[in-house]
């Protein structure tokens, strides 16, 4: 009998023990293979044990989202300050050049459009084209609730399969539908569920209430998602208190090429998730970069 609802008391995620890996920095990941690893290592710093990933995979399903227009006018001249990006495959051939060092990430799900059922996805790439593309990772959807909740579940652990294979570490996107909730009640089932059928992080979003129990309840690294663009304070503030509650890092979108100065965001950002910059420095560096035209 699975627990009835609200059976929550006398959990104990001992939140303040970090769970200990030996072998490697990143947080479950010491019995993966060194192609893993390594993967691994080229998208979460290994002085920090953390990351910034740049997020621009939003035309996979919405088209050509605000700010990402032209990828390569506005997107390309950022991708040098970021720790990975996390785009589509088409992307990457059409416009984002091939001595790029940034190490990226694919998205690896797709299939409906906005217009559709969201979570009626597909493993959308091939493996073998992810090695080819020289891939530090591939990303995919899990919509646990959702109507096609059980597929995409599927289609992850097949994309684990394949990527343990080729050494391609896979990211478990926490899918959140319009009417869903979105508390840590939520995020605890959806990202253990995405840890234990495999996945080696795991993208989900910030809620304020009890965060560092869903990070806490994770055996692998989570990256917070940005979500809607909000003010960059606020932005700046959810990093923070993401990464100071168990986060290994973001893979923020909207709040940076959405941003008035997307660059400028994007430096804030790496300084509040690498060197745990305060919110309100990080603003400030924000608005000087601004202003100097970043
Ligand atoms: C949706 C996704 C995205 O397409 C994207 O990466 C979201 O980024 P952001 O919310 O920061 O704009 O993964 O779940």
Not at 7 to 31: A, C, M, N
């Amino acid at each position: 009998m699975p627990d009835a609802e609200g059976v929550q008391t006398g959990k104990q995620y001992h939140e303040d023990v970090p769970q200990e890996t030996r072998g490697f920095f990143l947080k479950g990941g010491g019995s993966y293979d060194w192609g893993l690893k390594n993967r691994l290592a080229r998208v979460f710093r290994p002085d920090t044990g953390r990351t910034v990933m740049l997020a621009v995979d939003h035309g996979y399903f919405q088209g050509p989202t605000t700010g990402l227009e032209r990828i390569d006018l506005n997107i390309v001249p950022l991708i040098a300050e970021c720790d990975a990006l996390f785009c589509t495959r088409g992307i990457l051939r059409s416009v984002v050049p091939p001595d790029t060092v940034q190490p990226v990430v694919l998205r690896a799900s797709g299939g409906p459009s906005i217009l559709k059922e969201l979570s009626d996805e597909h493993i959308a790439m091939a493996m073998d084209d992810a090695v080819r593309l020289n891939a530090a990772g591939v990303g995919i959807q899990v919509f646990v609730g959702g109507a096609f909740e059980s597929r995409s579940i599927r289609n992850m652990t097949r994309l684990v399969d394949e990527g343990l294979r080729a050494g391609m570490p896979v990211m478990g996107v926490t899918a959140v539908g319009k009417e869903m909730a979105r508390d840590a009640k939520y995020f605890r089932l959806a990202c253990r569920m995405i840890a234990e059928l495999g996945a080696q992080y795991v993208k989900t979003y910030y809620v304020p209430e009890g965060f560092e129990s869903v990070t806490a309840s994770c055996p692998v690294p989570i990256v917070m998602a940005g979500g809607k663009k909000i003010g960059e304070l606020e932005a700046l503030e959810m990093a923070y208190n993401a990464v100071q509650r168990g986060a290994a890092g973001v893979d923020m979108g909207r709040n940076i090429f959405q941003s008035e100065a997307p660059r400028a965001m994007l430096r804030a950002v790496r300084e509040t998730v690498h060197n745990n910059l305060k919110p309100e420095d990080a603003l400030d560096l924000y608005e000087t970069l601004k202003r100097d035209g970043s």
